[in-house]
Protein backbone atom coordinates (compact mmCIF):
# COMPACT_ATOMS: atom_id res chain seq x y z
CA UNK A 1 0.00 0.00 0.00
CA UNK A 2 1.51 3.39 -1.02
CA UNK A 3 2.49 5.73 1.60
CA UNK A 4 -0.69 8.35 0.00
CA UNK A 5 -3.28 5.41 0.54
CA UNK A 6 -1.85 5.31 4.23
CA UNK A 7 -2.63 8.83 4.64
CA UNK A 8 -5.80 8.82 3.59
CA UNK A 9 -7.41 5.88 5.18
CA UNK A 10 -5.63 7.09 8.70
CA UNK A 11 -7.56 10.22 7.68
CA UNK A 12 -10.89 8.90 7.27
CA UNK A 13 -10.41 6.83 10.71
CA UNK A 14 -9.30 10.27 12.74
CA UNK A 15 -12.21 12.00 10.61
CA UNK A 16 -14.26 8.95 11.88
CA UNK A 17 -13.08 9.15 15.34
CA UNK A 18 -13.57 13.01 15.64
CA UNK A 19 -17.59 12.22 15.08
CA UNK A 20 -17.96 9.64 17.91
CA UNK A 21 -18.96 12.80 20.03
CA UNK A 22 -22.18 13.05 18.27
CA UNK A 23 -23.04 9.46 19.48
CA UNK A 24 -22.47 10.44 23.04
CA UNK A 25 -24.74 13.92 23.05
CA UNK A 26 -24.26 14.99 26.80
CA UNK A 27 -20.64 13.61 27.01
CA UNK A 28 -19.47 14.77 23.56
CA UNK A 29 -17.99 18.16 24.18
CA UNK A 30 -16.18 16.64 27.07
CA UNK A 31 -14.71 14.11 24.51
CA UNK A 32 -13.87 17.10 22.17
CA UNK A 33 -11.87 19.11 24.75
CA UNK A 34 -9.18 15.81 24.47
CA UNK A 35 -9.59 14.95 21.12
CA UNK A 36 -8.64 18.26 19.67
CA UNK A 37 -5.34 18.44 20.77
CA UNK A 38 -4.59 14.76 19.98
CA UNK A 39 -6.21 15.66 16.70
CA UNK A 40 -4.09 18.85 15.86
CA UNK A 41 -0.74 16.76 16.55
CA UNK A 42 -1.69 13.88 14.43
CA UNK A 43 -2.46 16.54 11.72
CA UNK A 44 1.09 17.94 11.98
CA UNK A 45 2.83 14.44 12.39
CA UNK A 46 0.82 13.43 9.10
CA UNK A 47 1.92 16.75 6.60
CA UNK A 48 4.60 18.43 8.16
CA UNK A 49 5.93 21.60 7.04
CA UNK A 50 3.66 25.04 6.89
CA UNK A 51 0.48 22.73 5.35
CA UNK A 52 0.37 20.33 8.34
CA UNK A 53 1.16 23.09 10.95
CA UNK A 54 -2.30 25.13 9.23
CA UNK A 55 -3.91 22.27 9.29
CA UNK A 56 -3.30 21.14 12.81
CA UNK A 57 -4.86 24.69 13.73
CA UNK A 58 -7.83 24.28 11.81
CA UNK A 59 -8.56 20.49 12.96
CA UNK A 60 -8.15 22.08 16.46
CA UNK A 61 -10.52 24.86 16.49
CA UNK A 62 -12.55 22.28 14.67
CA UNK A 63 -13.19 20.26 16.80
CA UNK A 64 -13.67 22.32 19.66
CA UNK A 65 -16.26 24.21 17.93
CA UNK A 66 -19.85 23.07 18.56
CA UNK A 67 -21.79 21.51 15.62
CA UNK A 68 -18.44 21.13 13.30
CA UNK A 69 -17.56 17.97 13.97
CA UNK A 70 -18.90 16.49 10.81
CA UNK A 71 -16.71 18.15 9.00
CA UNK A 72 -14.15 15.72 7.41
CA UNK A 73 -11.07 17.75 7.94
CA UNK A 74 -8.29 15.28 7.62
CA UNK A 75 -9.70 13.79 4.25
CA UNK A 76 -10.28 17.36 2.80
CA UNK A 77 -6.06 18.00 3.92
CA UNK A 78 -5.00 14.68 2.59
CA UNK A 79 -7.74 15.97 -1.15
CA UNK A 80 -5.91 18.81 -0.80
CA UNK A 81 -2.56 18.03 -0.98
CA UNK A 82 -2.80 15.32 -2.94
CA UNK A 83 -5.62 16.11 -5.63
CA UNK A 84 -6.02 19.85 -5.83
CA UNK A 85 -3.06 21.36 -5.12
CA UNK A 86 -1.07 18.68 -6.88
CA UNK A 87 1.81 20.58 -9.11
CA UNK A 88 1.04 20.12 -12.30
CA UNK A 89 4.62 18.78 -13.80
CA UNK A 90 5.42 20.11 -17.18
CA UNK A 91 6.00 17.87 -20.52
CA UNK A 92 9.96 17.51 -20.67
CA UNK A 93 11.47 17.74 -24.23
CA UNK A 94 14.50 15.75 -24.76
CA UNK A 95 16.44 16.80 -27.54
CA UNK A 96 18.43 14.40 -29.35
CA UNK A 97 21.20 14.05 -32.34
CA UNK A 98 20.69 12.20 -35.13
CA UNK A 99 24.18 9.95 -35.61
CA UNK A 100 24.57 8.15 -38.83
Known sequence: MTEKKKLL???IAYDLVGMVSYVFPGVGP???IIWAPFAASQMTKMYP???GKIAGVVVFLEELSPGLDVI???TLTWLYIFVWKREKTKPHIIEAEIVE
Open 30 to 32: FID
Open 72 to 74: PTF
Open 9 to 11: LKG
Open 49 to 51: GKQ
